[in-house]
Nanobody, 121 residues
Framework: QVQVVESGGGLVQAGGSLRLSCAAS????????MGWYRQAPGKQRDLVAT???????NYADSVKGRFTISRDNAKNTVYLQMNSLKPEDTAVYYC???????????????WGQGTQVTVSS
């Protein structure tokens, strides 16, 4: 079993900052990549940022220059530092982990339960 748990969401004023954390645990042989996605009401779930175990990153155009994704491979944890937040950043943020499990060595995607980020204006 693999668990993915996000934390750090909350309410912040426009221009403020939040730092999200996501930890993967369980029967993990290795983590190939982790990423953050978000979904606002009535919208599709979109990529925010991803990072591979090698450190390669990818960002949505809407967050470039404001958000930074980082990782701690030893803890199977990723972070999303969100600065200069805007009301349009309001969404449920989901963590995804691409994990090679110990039971089969297969590569599977696991999702966290989501954490709410609300930015007021």
């Amino acid at each position: 079993q693999v668990q993915v748990v996000e934390s750090g969401g909350g309410l912040v004023q426009a221009g403020g900052s939040l730092r999200l954390s996501c930890a993967a645990s369980g029967s993990i042989f290795s983590v190939n990549a982790m990423g953050w996605y978000r979904q606002a009401p009535g919208k599709q779930r979109d990529l925010v940022a991803t990072i591979t175990s090698r450190g390669s990153t990818n960002y949505a155009d809407s967050v470039k220059g404001r958000f930074t994704i980082s990782r701690d491979n030893a803890k199977n944890t990723v972070y999303l530092q969100m600065n200069s937040l805007k009301p349009e950043d309001t969404a449920v943020y989901y963590c995804n982990a691409a994990v090679r499990v110990t039971t089969t060595y297969g590569l599977n995607d696991y999702w966290g339960q989501g954490t709410q980020v609300t930015v007021s204006s």
